[in-house]
């Protein structure tokens, strides 16, 4: 893994006050999500690191302010954060080193605008999202939100503007882990007011909010089961996502399935851990997902050498011919 001082050299990012910037980013990401910033470190190649922390910090920034505080304030905060947004597109200008990374990342991976236009167009429905009565909801919601705040993302991963099936196969991905996000923060969502969990489920399993939020016997009966349900349901979409892996260049595939086998490591822990969801949620073992990240990174490393030994042995080759 290249320092991170190489790792701007690497992206082409020599201006003191734009490293300045990303080194911020760097540092908002590594301290609310130490697993995925890690992993991006670890996996993906130094020239393409800056930029997904970038997209990842902007997305944090962007959730920030819709997440907290009265729904009234939320709503006015993220129109003007969109204005700001819009104005840095418009200009290429901004104040705030978040978004001047974002137009830095525009710059060489101008498939990103698109989809910053579609994560700020689908951020009101999470400010109104407290629940869902039925599964048409549930998709509405990972169509208008979940999926484009993913593609922030996913479109790095790939040279030029996403196929539709690679978005196809995002959405896949996507929607299975915000069914385990949904199911494994129950608790912590059922305190705040919220449920990822549609109401038409609950019916089908003669729970509901009130007697989940109480942990009554029969509630507790009622999850098990919903549990059981659910597993199996995003255990089918996460190994229909391991297809992504063939979708992006060769580069960034031990990101891609990393990232696909850590969500199945949850998955099982949030399993084993059963009805034990209602009090907390699960977190994958550590011990396994360093596994998961080390042999990753071989095949990383493999991947790399073996593009060196090629780029290499071309000057001779070109000789010869």
């Known amino acids: 893994m290249a320092s991170w001082p190489k790792t701007l050299d690497r992206a082409g990012i020599t201006d003191p006050a734009l490293r300045r910037d990303y080194t911020a980013q760097r540092q908002l990401v590594a301290r609310y999500a130490r697993a995925e910033y890690t992993a991006v470190r670890l996996l993906l190649p130094a020239p393409l690191v800056p930029d997904v922390l970038a997209a ?5 920034h962007s959730d920030n302010l819709i997440d907290q505080g009265p729904a009234g304030e939320r709503v006015a905060a993220l129109a003007d954060w969109e204005s700001r947004v819009h104005a840095a597109l418009k200009s290429g200008e901004a104040e705030e080193p978040v978004l001047r990374t974002l137009l830095d990342t525009l710059s060489r991976r101008p498939q990103l605008r698109q989809y910053v236009e579609d994560f700020l167009a689908g951020a009101p429905l999470e400010v109104r999202t407290t629940g869902f009565a039925t599964e048409h909801d549930f ?8 999926l484009p705040a993913f593609l922030l993302i996913a479109c790095l991963l790939v040279d030029g503007a996403p196929t539709a099936p690679y978005v196809a196969g995002c959405r896949t991905f996507i929607e299975a882990s915000q069914r385990l996000d949904f199911l494994n923060d129950l608790a912590e969502d059922l ?10 489920l609950l019916a089908r399993h003669g729970l509901t909010r009130t007697g989940l939020a109480g942990k009554d016997r029969a509630a507790v009966e009622g999850f ?7 597993a199996r349901q995003i255990r089918s979409g996460l190994s229909a996502s391991y297809g992504l892996v063939e979708l992006v260049p060769a580069r960034n595939r031990p990101f891609v399935r990393a990232l696909v086998t850590i969500q199945g490591l949850t998955l099982r822990a949030a399993a084993r851990k059963g009805t034990g969801l209602l009090d907390d949620s699960a977190r994958p ?14 095949a990383a490393r493999r ?18 011919a």
Not at 139 to 146: A, C, E, M, N, R
Not at 285 to 298: F, S
């Open 139 to 146: 998709q509405h919601y990972i169509d208008g939100y979940s």
């Open 303 to 320: 991947g790399r050498d073996a593009g060196a030994a090629v780029d290499g042995a071309a000057p001779e080759a070109a000789e010869k």
């Open 224 to 230: 098990r089961a919903l549990l059981g349900d659910q």
């Open 285 to 298: 073992q550590v011990a396994a997902a360093l596994r998961v990240l080390a042999r990753e990174y071989a």
């Open 191 to 200: 305190a705040a007011g919220r449920l990822g969990l549609t109401e038409e």
């Open 56 to 60: 990842t910090a902007f997305m944090h």
